[in-house]
């Protein structure tokens, strides 16, 4: 389930310098600088699982109307992660067994302990592993499509499953 999709125009003055060091009047922005954003949902089926989301990416980008600009992914929660990276099975088990021994799973953690939290999911592995990894990208938009290398990829990674996960996700350009 998706949130339905917004739009806001945006008008952002600019000042140019006349040379000699005292500001000239505020310059406009180019006309058609435009901001969307939405919510997109997963539903993962694992504790620790990495979903290739590039595709579902380059949709919003490219349904955005925007050529060049910005587009920035937020997770929505602690215990996941977006992050980039060569998407290829060898490589994915690496990097899921990297995470495993990073952040082990049966240590003591005050999170876990009842006498220190009220959590009652023992997932502070979940949290610390999302911290690791971060909940935030920003590439850029060129020619109505987000911009990677050849091999990169964006991939949301689940450290707390099975659930349901949302990216918040905004375009903004011309």
């Not at 590039?54 to 349904?63: A, G, H, N, S, W």
């Not at 990073?102 to 949290?127: G, I, M």
């Not at 964006?154 to 905004?170: K, M, N, T, W």
Request: hydrophobic letters at 35%.
């Amino acid at each position: 389930m998706s949130v339905p999709e917004t739009h806001a125009a945006v008008h952002v003055p600019e000042t140019s310098s006349t040379g000699n060091g005292a500001a000239a009047t505020p310059a406009l922005a180019p006309s058609g600088y435009r901001i969307t954003h939405r919510i997109v949902d997963w539903i993962t089926n694992e504790r620790m699982q990495l979903l290739n989301i590039t595709d579902r990416i380059d949709e919003i980008v490219r349904k955005s109307g925007i050529r060049d600009g910005i587009v920035h992914l937020q997770s929505l929660h602690t215990t996941t992660a977006v992050f980039l990276n060569e998407w290829q099975d060898a490589l994915l088990v690496d990097v899921k067994r990297y995470l495993d021994e990073a952040v082990q799973r049966d240590c003591y953690y005050r999170h876990n302990d009842p006498e220190h939290s009220d959590c009652e999911r023992s997932n502070a592995d979940s949290h610390l592993r999302g911290m690791l990894m971060g909940q935030t990208l920003c590439l850029q938009v060129r020619n109505a499509k987000v911009l990677l290398g050849t091999w990169q990829s964006i991939i949301l990674a689940e450290f707390d499953g099975p659930r349901s996960r949302s990216v918040a996700v905004q375009v903004s350009g011309i």
